[in-house]
């Protein structure tokens, strides 16, 4: 007598699922990919102070990445396609109060995400996929200090950003609105603007320490990032400029639920920007378009970035 089918399909997919879990855990950083996201640490004068009370961006983000696990003698291959779409709102507020001789401004960056996983395992000459999403506000990042100094041409900043694990989290999902575990962003930024050449160099160096998962006993390992950006202002109102960045983890991963090992991921990538004011009423407003392209990743997602944003200051 023929049993039926639908159990070993439904015991495939649960186990599809426990792969996919196993296959992005097994990647550095927990899941595959950390609270730095290339391209959010600023694309134009990124060290300029704010020039008015209040700077507010919106940053629509679309993030396309893959993974490969395969072992051939066993005859498993799982596959992980991973699409993530999310709106970035950054709210600066400038209160025109001197600290260290700098230039004090405080804000909050909000994340609302839509995200998409899926997965293929072939496992003995049968090949089940999976799938899961999620979306809402993901993991918001409070930015307490930020410090602006400027002397002729050159530009500096120092910012420090608390990332608070704010977005929904299940153990039971394959992919998550957030993380759960804060991380502590700290960004050092240089900038050099030449009014009369239109040139800009920026370069943002990054140190981010992240505390343990506590439904995970995961600890994602210390990680080092660098942005760097060279531009050229064609007018008073358009730029266009080259940009990239580095990402590499110093220290593994650890904790009771790091069973695979100590890893440490690397990354790198670059791509094309494009920046155009104009103004809107009396409201001058900057638009930004950007692609980065990752040619390097060791230990995590490998993708694209690409962003449309706008930016604004007001009294």
Known sequence: MNRPRYPVKLAACVLALAMLSAVTNAIAAEGGYSNYIPGTYGDFAMALAPTQPWTLRNDFYYYDASTDLSLRSGNLEVGADLSFLMNFTTLLYNPGVKL??????????????DLDIDADLSLGGMTVSASDSASGLGDVALIPLALYW????????????VIAPTGDYSTDNAINNGLN?????????????????????SFNL???YNTENSDTDYQTGREI?????????????????????????????SGAGATLGSFKAEAAGIGPALL??????????????????????????????AFLSFAFDWE
């Not at 400027?150 to 950003?161: A, F, I, P, V, Y």
């Not at 009396?282 to 993708?303: C, M, P, T, Y």
């Open 100 to 113: 260290f001789g700098a230039q004090y401004a405080a804000g909050l960056f909000v994340p609302l995400v």
């Open 181 to 201: 575990f804060w991380s502590f962003d700290t960004n050092f930024a240089l900038t050099y603007l030449n009014p009369e050449t239109g040139r800009d160099l």
């Open 150 to 161: 400027t002397r002729g041409k050159r530009h500096m900043s120092l910012t420090q950003s």
């Open 225 to 253: 990032h660098v942005d760097v950006v060279f531009n050229q202002f064609l007018s008073e109102t358009m730029a266009v400029g080259i940009q990239g960045f580095y990402l590499k983890q110093i220290t593994g991963d």
């Open 276 to 305: 155009w004011s104009t103004k809107i009423g009396n409201q001058d407003v900057s638009f930004i378009a950007k692609w980065l392209h990752e040619f390097h990743a060791e230990n995590r997602l490998e993708g694209d970035h």
């Open 206 to 208: 990054g140190h981010i």
